[in-house]
């Protein structure tokens, strides 16, 4: 079976401080692509990343790194230099090549305080 | 904005009631599905349309019905409503059919039911 899980329900921290929010999931497929998602208080759901499974590079984009880890399932997301505008509820999502749909994980609800 | 846009933004009805839902996709997008976010449930994927035509179906209710027209906006049409369907529901929309990238999710209908 699929399956994402974010194990942090929330996280809370001050600004500037680094946060890594966790996702581990769960697939046999070989082929298949990861995501995050970004669900800021007005609602809406930003893409933030989508990674192939046949890609272990790590990315970086300004203050937001990903580390992708095949040998212990993980995609990891890491706000470096945190800001108040990063609260929001962060969701990671899977997708096998066999099918169209996303499989999210419960989302991880990051507050920064000022 | 993704250039997804979904009206309502919200909807509050009854019980018993019927409710249509409407998204259309980014320009050039053939590609809309639409989500469901519930408090108990998560983000729960129920369908897929691609190009006017059914590509998969997911936890959608037999009271739920959508369709892709020819303009390629969709529809997610809600009946015999039940307090359990209020939700934020999403449309995204994607580039191709067999898509390895990323959806675009639009801000989302609200819907309550009193």
């Known amino acids: 079976a699929q399956k994402v899980t974010q194990a942090q329900t929330e996280i809370s921290v001050v600004e500037k401080e680094d946060v890594t929010l966790d996702c581990v999931y769960e697939?046999?497929?070989?082929?298949?692509?990861l995501f995050w998602y970004k669900q800021p208080p007005s609602g809406e759901l930003v893409f933030l990343i989508r990674r192939n499974s046949f890609d272990e590079q790590n990315e970086i984009s300004g203050r937001y790194s990903w580390n992708f880890q095949k040998s212990t399932s993980s995609f990891n997301f890491t706000i470096t230099a945190s800001q108040v505008v990063d609260s929001a509820v962060y969701f990671c999502?899977?997708?096998?090549?066999?099918?169209?749909?996303?499989?999210f994980g419960s989302g991880t609800r990051l507050l920064v305080r000022p | 904005d993704s250039g997804v846009t979904q009206t309502p933004k919200h909807l509050i009805t009854a019980t018993g009631q019927r409710v249509t839902l409407r998204c259309s996709p980014r320009s050039g997008d053939l590609s809309v599905y639409w989500y469901q976010q519930s408090l108990d449930q998560g983000l729960q994927f129920l369908i897929h349309y691609y190009n006017g035509e059914e590509r998969a179906k997911g936890n959608i209710l037999e009271r739920f019905s959508a369709q892709q027209f020819p303009d390629l906006h969709s529809e997610l049409n809600l009946s015999s409503l039940e307090l359990g369907d209020s939700a934020l529901y999403f449309c995204?929309?994607?580039?191709?059919?067999?898509?390895?990238?990323?959806?675009?999710f639009g801000e989302g209908s609200r819907l309550t039911v009193l």
């Open positions: 999502a899977l997708r096998m090549d066999s099918s169209y749909k996303l499989i």
């Open positions: 697939t046999r497929d070989t082929t298949y692509y």
């Open positions: 995204a929309s994607s580039s191709t059919g067999a898509d390895t990238g990323e959806l675009f």
